[in-house]
């Protein structure tokens, strides 16, 4: 099939201009400043005043396959990224089973063949029990390597020395952090079960899992990885103190920030409870404005979402029994857009911290970026179309999102995998 997409604003590599964007074979063949002679083409999509950008590439989701299907699967969470402008998305390995092994990455992509919209990759998950025998799995398996250096949803903690050590000195791609101080959690939820028993208020959520949690675990991770010259990107940054220590680490080591910690603070408990509890937790409104901030001055590498969605009936309760987790792949890049609207960042900003970022960190070749010769994974946008966010939009089965009620200024027209248009 042969697509062209005539005079539309095209986003790329820190540039937007008016143009046309030829696809045949599922590549993008040809980019031009000016219209292209339309005849030969099996479909021409007129795209005045439409943004056309690389489709975005997630590279933080959970989307619960095997195990947790209950929650959402490849194919219902997958159709929520496309309806999203993603076009790719790179998948945690806290599953049932969990991903640890060759035979579960292959288990695991045989499912997202069967069942995804999008192109996926998948997280080979560091343990305790896995550590030694990492660097002799294929690389060509995973996409990267997840430490969780403190106990969130899954079990998979590995904060020992040795172990943790042994990985980050053999690591065969980039590894990905969760970044929090075990031994000060367990302190702070010990204390929190005397004093309260079986639940404690929502808001005692960000005291349990505090910054400083974040910034030991931190400072820990980048040690590693300076010591071992270790391609280092950590996840789902909440503090400002981090993103100051990430910023001053050598450039191996870089940061991801999710629209979780952009949008919400630990203020936004009184109005949305157990919807905003996520682990790392939300910080304060002065972190979250420093965040803001590290979109535009650099600080900032790429944004993913940590997508998690859960049945809101696990999230009843409190800082004790309340599921952590969050469902965002589907409005991430509308919220990103937003920012942008508001003048926190450029389109252009947007387009590197969701595509071209992301490709370069994982070294995914054939995407990320509007060139011809690359996969034609694109997003269209109208901009200013507002539209509010309802429960019927949403198409995870969770059926619940933080964002709901509020009014996004950009539309996401249709996403394109190698030239196809996505359904939702």
Not at 117 to 145: H, Q, S
Request: glycine share 8%.
């Amino acid at each position: 099939m042969k697509l062209l997409f005539q005079n539309a604003t095209l986003v790329n590599e820190n540039s937007t201009f008016r143009g046309s964007l030829a696809v045949e074979d599922g590549k993008i063949a040809r980019i031009s400043r000016t219209p292209l002679p339309e005849e030969g083409f099996d479909e021409v999509v007129q795209a005045d005043g439409l943004l056309l950008m690389p489709g975005v590439i997630d590279t933080h989701v959970h989307f619960r396959d095997p195990g947790l299907t209950h929650k959402g699967d490849i194919r219902s969470e997958s159709r929520a990224a496309a309806a999203g402008g993603v076009t790719t998305a790179l998948d945690m390995p806290n599953t049932l089973p969990q991903t640890t092994s060759a035979q579960t990455l292959l288990e695991k992509a045989h499912l997202a063949a069967e069942k995804s919209v999008i192109r996926m990759g998948f997280y080979l998950g560091a343990t305790k029990e896995n550590a030694a025998c990492l660097a002799g799995i294929d690389p060509a398996l995973y996409c990267g390597v997840k430490v969780f250096l403190g106990a969130s949803t899954g079990g998979m903690l590995l904060d020992t020395d040795e172990p943790l050590a042994q990985v980050f000195r053999t690591a065969q791609k980039p590894v990905v952090a969760h970044c929090e101080d075990q031994t000060v959690l367990s302190v702070l939820y010990k204390q929190a079960r005397e004093e309260y028993a079986d639940d404690a208020p929502v808001a005692l959520h960000s005291k349990l899992r505090p910054a400083e949690a974040c910034v030991n675990a931190t400072r820990r991770a980048i040690a590693l990885a300076s010591k071992y010259g270790t391609r280092l990107h950590i996840a789902h940054v909440s503090t400002a103190e981090e993103l100051n220590l990430i910023a001053k680490a050598p450039d191996h080591i870089t940061a991801e920030a999710c629209p979780t910690y952009l949008l919400f603070c630990e203020d936004d408990y009184a109005r949305l409870g157990a919807r905003i509890k996520c682990n790392p937790a939300v910080k304060s409104a002065a972190d979250r404005d420093e965040l803001r901030k590290g979109l535009a001055d650099g600080r900032i590498y790429t944004i993913g979402t940590d997508h998690a969605p859960h049945r809101l009936r696990e999230k009843r309760g409190g800082a004790l029994k309340a599921a952590s987790g969050i469902p965002m792949v589907q409005f991430s890049l509308p919220v990103m857009l937003d920012f942008a609207a508001q003048g926190v960042l450029s389109y252009e900003q947007v387009v590197t911290l969701m595509c071209h970022h992301p490709a370069d960190l994982f070294g995914l070749s054939d995407r990320g970026y509007l060139r011809e010769g690359r996969h034609a994974d694109l997003v269209l946008v109208r901009p200013r179309s507002p539209w509010t966010l309802t429960p019927n939009q949403i198409l995870s089965p969770c059926n619940w999102s933080p964002l709901e009620g509020r009014t996004f200024r950009h539309r996401i027209v249709a996403t394109y995998i190698g030239g196809v248009a996505v359904g939702q």
